[in-house]
C-alpha cells in the first residue's frame, strides 16, 4: 500500500502522471492534449484542451446510470420541510432553470449573481449557471446590502436569483430590501432578478419590469431540455467572492476542468465516499464548504448530498444526528464552532441515534482547538479529521487522507500536506523553516488543479496579493502562520494579516472599519479580532469619536455603540458585529503612524502587549488598559 508521504511525493515529482490518472475520474466530451502548461508562472491551466461540464458530471451522467438514486436531501427544519430529489429529478429541475436563465437572456460567459437562503432552487441555480456555460457569483445570504452591492458592481451579473427571504432559528429573515437596497447602490444594474417567493415575507416589493417571478417562468418551462455547454477545462465556472485586507473583496476565479478533477479525487482519497452513500455539510452554499462540499464534490462522486437549512439546535440539539440515522450519512462535514456549541448541550442527543453508518467526520473553516476535538471524537467514537484550506484553493491543502493511508490522528492539528500541494513552512526571508520553527505557510507552484486560476477581471491582483511574498522563490501564501513538527504534522497558528475568523467566515477588518467610521459621530477607529470561546473569533472596535461630548455619560456611551453596531449590521450583516466597541480619545500608534494591532489584540485578549517602545503616545495605552478594564500592576 501506497503511504501518504509517496503519494504526495509522486504527485510533485510527477503531477502529469499523477493527475493524468485522477483525471479518468471524470466524464470528460473532448479529451485534453496537454495535463500542465506551466508557461506563464505563476498562472497555471490544467487539462488544457479538453472539454467537460460540471452540470453533467454532477447530475446526467449519474441520470443516465442510476436515474431513481437520491441526488439532493432538502431538508428545513425552519419550515418543516424535507424532500428528496432523484438524480432524475434534479437533472430535471436543473434544466427548467436553465431554460428560465436563457429566456432572460442568460448564456455562456454571462454572470448570474445568487443571494439565497439554504433552498433546492438555489442548487438548481448553480448547476444551471454551470450547464449552460454561465458563471455564478454565489453571495452568502448574511451579508447586508453594502457588500452585496459591491459584488454586483465586480461580477456586472447579468441575472440576480434571490428568494423573498430565508429563515434562521425561527424567525424569517427578508432578503429583497436588502437586495433592492444593494441594486440601488451599486452602479451596474442587471436587467433581470428572478425571485423564489417562499411566501415568509408577504409584502415584498416587486420591481415592475425588472423581477420575475421563479414559479410562473416554471410552469412555462416544464418539459425544457437543455443541453450541456461543453466548456474547455481553463474555462471559468464560478466566481466567489473572499474578503482580505485592502477593502474591496478578492473574485477567486475557478476554471472547470481542474475543479472537478480536484473534487472527485478528493472525495476518493481524503473524504472517502462512494456513489450511492450520503454526504453531509453543514455549511452554507455562500461559503467554499458549501460550494465544493455540498453541490460539486458529492455530486460528482455519485453520492446524495444533504442541503440543510436550520441551526444545529432546532428542533433539540440532536438534529444533525436524526438526519445522520435517517439518511445513512457515511462523511459528515462541519466546523469547529459548531462543534463547539454542541459541546454546551447534553452529549445524551449525540448517542440517541445509529451512527453506524458514519465513517468520518470533517471539521475545517478556523483553528480547531485540542480540547473540542479531544470531546467530540471521544463522544461520537468516530475518526474527526480537521483539514485546512481556503476560499482560494477551493478543497484541502492539509489533511489526513485516509484513502489513501490510515495514520494517527492527534488533536489539534489538521495533518500532513494533501498531494499536488507542494506546501512549506517558510521564514520571512524565503528560506524554508525547521522542524518546530514557526513561519508562513506556503505552496510552491503550479497550485494544483482546483485552485483559484486567478482574481476576476485582475491578473496583475491575483499576483501582487498572492505570490508577491518573496522575490525568491515565488511562493503562494496563505497568509496564515503555521508549524511542523517532527513527525510531518502540521499546526495553523492564525493570521498573518489582518483577516480575523468568525466562525469559520473570514472578514477583512478594514470592511469593518469602513462601515464603522461610516458613522458621523466617530473620527477615526481600529478594529482587531480577539480570541472567542465558541466562534473562534470575534471583531472588537476601539474608536475615537469626533467630540468627547457625544460619550459624555455612560448612557450616551451606551447609545453610541449600540449605533454603531447598527451601522457594522446594515452595512456588512450580523456576522460582522464587533462584540465591543471601546471609546478612546487617541488610538495607540508608532512615532511613524502605525497602528498597533498586534498590541491592541494582545491586550484584548488578555497577553503581553510586546515592545512598545516606538509608541507615540503612551497615555493612549494606559486608555486602552481602562476600556478594557485591565488594571496596571
Sequence with gaps: MTTI??????????????????????????????????????????????????????????????????????????????????????RTEVMRMAAIMQSLGVGKGDRVLIYMPMIAEAMFAMLACTRIGAIHSVVFGGFASGSLATRIDDAAPKLIVSSDAGMRGGKAVPYKDLLDEAISLAQHKPAKVLMVDRGLDKG???????????????????????????????????????????????????????????????????????????????????????????????????????????????????????????????????APTAARVLKKHDTAYMHKYDLSKLRHIFLAGEPLDQPTHEWLMTELGRPVIDNYWQTETGWPMLSAMPGVEKTEIRYGTPSFPVYGYNLK???????????????????????????????????????????????????????????????????????????????GHRLGTREIEEAIQGHAAVAEVAVVGVADQLKGQMPMAFAVVKSADSIATPEMAAALEKQIMKQVDDSLGAIARPSR???????????????????????????????????EDPTALEQLQRALGISKS
Excluded at 446526467?60 to 439532493?72: I, K, S, T, V
Excluded at 472525495?267 to 460539486?296: L, M, P, Q, R
Aim: aromatic share 12%; glycine share 8%.
Design 425 to 503: 513552512i517558510f521564514r520571512e526571508d524565503g528560506t524554508v523553516c525547521d522542524v518546530d520553527e514557526k513561519g508562513i505557510v506556503g505552496i510552491l507552484p503550479p497550485l494544483p488543479p482546483g485552485c483559484l486560476s486567478t482574481v476576476w477581471g485582475d491578473d496583475s491582483r491575483f499576483v501582487s496579493t498572492y505570490f508577491s511574498l518573496f522575490r525568491e522563490p515565488q511562493v503562494y501564501s496563505s497568509f496564515d502562520w503555521g508549524i511542523k513538527d517532527k513527525d510531518g504534522y502540521h499546526y495553523i497558528l492564525g493570521r498573518t494579516d489582518d483577516v480575523i475568523n468568525v466562525a
Design 5 to 90: 508521504q509517496e503519494f504526495h511525493q509522486q504527485s510533485i515529482e510527477n503531477p502529469e502522471a499523477f493527475w493524468a490518472e485522477h483525471a479518468k475520474l471524470v466524464h470528460w466530451n473532448k479529451p485534453f492534449t496537454q495535463v500542465l502548461d506551466f508557461s506563464r508562472p505563476p498562472f497555471a491551466k490544467w487539462f488544457v484542451g479538453g472539454e467537460t461540464n460540471l452540470c453533467y458530471n454532477a447530475v446526467d451522467r449519474h441520470a443516465a446510470e442510476r436515474p431513481n438514486d437520491r441526488a439532493l436531501i432538502f431538508v428545513s427544519t425552519e419550515t418543516d420541510q424535507e424532500v428528496v430529489y432523484t438524480f432524475a429529478e434534479l
Design 581 to 615: 466597541v471601546h471609546f478612546l480619545t487617541v488610538l495607540p500608534k508608532t512615532r511613524s503612524g502605525k497602528l498597533l494591532r498586534r498590541s491592541i489584540q494582545a491586550l484584548a485578549e488578555g497577553r503581553d502587549p510586546g515592545d512598545l517602545t516606538t509608541i
Design 204 to 334: 415584498f416589493n416587486k420591481v415592475e419590469g425588472r423581477d420575475v417571478d421563479y414559479a410562473s417562468l416554471r410552469a412555462q418551462f416544464m418539459d425544457a431540455e437543455v443541453p450541456v455547454v461543453w466548456l474547455e477545462s481553463s474555462e471559468p465556472s464560478y466566481i466567489l467572492y473572499t474578503s482580505g485586507t485592502t477593502g474591496k473583496p478578492k473574485g477567486v476565479q475557478r476554471d472547470t476542468g481542474g475543479y472537478a478533477v480536484a473534487l472527485a479525487a478528493s472525495i476518493k482519497n481524503i473524504f472517502c465516499g462512494n456513489a450511492g452513500e450520503t454526504y453531509f455539510a453543514t455549511s452554507d452554499i455562500g461559503w467554499v464548504v458549501g460550494h465544493s462540499y455540498i453541490i460539486y464534490g458529492p455530486l460528482i462522486a455519485g453520492m446524495a448530498t444533504i442541503m440543510y437549512e436550520g441551526t444545529p439546535l432546532r428542533p433539540d440539539p440532536g438534529i444533525w444526528w436524526h438526519l445522520a440515522e435517517k439518511y445513512e450519512v457515511t462523511v459528515m462535514f462541519s
